[in-house]
């Protein structure tokens, strides 16, 4: 092992009634290498810790060496977590597309905040959009070695032309030679295009979906599935001339398209392949598609199809947990952003059915932003403030904590979910997925009380 390739991995964790927690690690220890190896990432250590017998080199958090025997089964865990995923750092991006988010923040937040990664073990971990142009050889042939799919990649355009211009980086034209190399290895990938009217949409939408459907075919496909999202623009982007929001209009028009080449693309495969993001339907103000249409849902993650499938989760788990009464009356918030209003007035009425229980519902735009149409998830700490208060919120919020970053703690622009229970006098409650969101509801006064979970 050279000094440069050892990057400890800090523990965070240690499962109780682990075998880590037996052999006497803890929390603070450093896991230099595994029989030999260094590690780069949790890639390496999943792979590595595979083996039935193991020598950890360990590095404890009073800076001694040891070395441990480990023998295990095949498939036993060790049951340690870390700081953080990428040991060795995050690759970081080296494109300037004109609709990056986090060019689109105001300046001043933490530095976290403005990175920006395009690391294609993120997105093996954890489905993160990658755009393959920074890629080393050595990369490469590692994603080959470790068969490390499926990759997320954000295509934009299938042209050499128009995705250069997108992503400001003359790299960026190799796309179609990269989905081969992925396509001869049967390696897969799930796509992405993000429509920027007046660039990448119409004839180059069309081209860049049939040029991407060609690669959906045998028993391996390579491009599983596609998303077509639409540009999200901020009041903070730098280039303001250069992009066109999504409107009503354009919505519509996006729709119908997608819609006509989803019925060629059913025809032949017997799948949609490419499916519209929920915003194309929130923002042209049509009907969401039924359930069926997402199939197997391999996008949801990514907006697409993913109210339909919270709409079905809370039917079953409604069905299943909510009682006909409860025993002491509870009056909550449900904050979301304006854009699901509509569709999340039933579930609401659903709860509300509940005898002793008030569910009301907080439909926010923006402010923060500058956007009048709002996804729960860009809702920011400013914008509930402003929003709530001096209204009655009742005995406390649910917070779905798709609006939360970083550890569930900062909103996106930098305040804490305990900053802004303080300023309402308010208990918060972030809820993640549905049965938590009805337990809470049903539960609340067992809680502990405090301002923030
Ligand atoms: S690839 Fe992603 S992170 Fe990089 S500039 Fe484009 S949008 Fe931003």
Not at 269 to 284: H, K, Q, Y
Not at 332 to 345: D, E, R, S, Y
Not at 375 to 390: A, I, M, N, P, R
Not at 422 to 429: A, P, R, Y
Request: glycine share 6%; with cysteine.
């Amino acid at each position: 092992m050279t000094q440069s390739s050892i990057h400890p991995a800090k523990i965070s964790f240690v499962l109780p009634n682990s075998i880590a927690k037996e052999v006497g690690f803890e929390v603070g220890d450093s896991l230099v290498a595994i029989n030999g190896f260094p590690l780069r990432d949790l890639i390496d250590y999943q792979f590595l810790c595979a083996d039935e017998y193991l020598e950890l080199d360990v590095v404890d958090n009073k800076g001694q060496t040891h070395y441990v025997e480990i023998k295990k089964d095949y498939d036993d865990d060790l049951g340690l977590e870390f700081e953080k995923a990428l040991f060795d750092g995050l690759i970081q991006c080296n494109n300037h597309c004109p609709f990056c988010f986090i060019d689109q923040q105001p300046p001043g937040k933490r530095d976290s905040l403005y990175l920006k990664d395009d690391d294609y073990r993120l997105s093996f971990l954890y489905g993160s959009y990658l755009t393959l142009t920074n890629l080393s050889k050595k990369e490469w042939k590692r994603i080959e070695r470790m068969r490390l799919s499926p990759l997320y990649v954000s295509v934009h355009s299938t042209e050499a032309d128009v995705r250069i211009r997108l992503l400001k980086n003359h790299r960026a034209g190799q796309i179609i030679e990269q989905l081969k190399w992925f396509q001869k290895r049967q390696l897969q990938i799930h796509a992405q295009v993000v429509v920027c009217p007046g660039i990448n949409d119409s004839l180059h939408l069309e081209k860049t979906l049939t040029d991407l459907a060609l690669f959906h075919q045998g028993d391996v496909p390579t491009i599983i599935s596609t998303a077509v999202v639409p540009v999200g623009l901020t009041r903070f982007r730098p280039l303001k001339d250069e992009l066109i929001p999504v409107t009503k209009t354009k919505a519509k028009e996006v729709i119908k398209q997608v819609q006509s080449l989803q019925k060629e693309f059913y025809f032949k495969f017997n799948s949609n392949f490419a499916w519209l993001a929920d915003e194309w339907f929130l923002i042209g103000q049509e009907e969401l598609p039924p359930e069926s249409h997402y199939e197997d849902y391999p996008q949801s993650d990514n907006g697409v199809g993913s109210i339909s499938k919270f709409i079905r989760e809370f039917e079953t788990t409604a069905k299943q947990l909510l009682p006909a009464k409860i025993n002491k009356s509870v009056t909550l918030t449900w904050v979301v952003g304006n854009a699901v209003k509509k569709v999340f007035q039933p579930l609401v009425k659903k709860l509300n059915k509940v005898d002793g229980l008030t569910i009301k519902l907080e439909a926010l735009k923006s402010h923060y932003w500058g956007q009048e149409t709002t996804v729960t998830g860009l809702l920011t700490g400013e914008d509930l403030l402003s929003q709530l208060q001096g209204k009655d919120l009742g005995d406390g919020i649910l917070l779905p904590s798709i609006m939360l970053k970083h550890n569930d703690i900062y909103f996106l622009d930098d305040m804490t979910v305990e900053e802004l229970a303080k300023q309402l006098n308010v208990k918060i409650f972030p809820v993640t997925g549905i049965e938590e969101l009805i337990q809470i509801c049903l539960h609340i006064s067992t809680l502990p009380t405090m301002l923030n979970k």
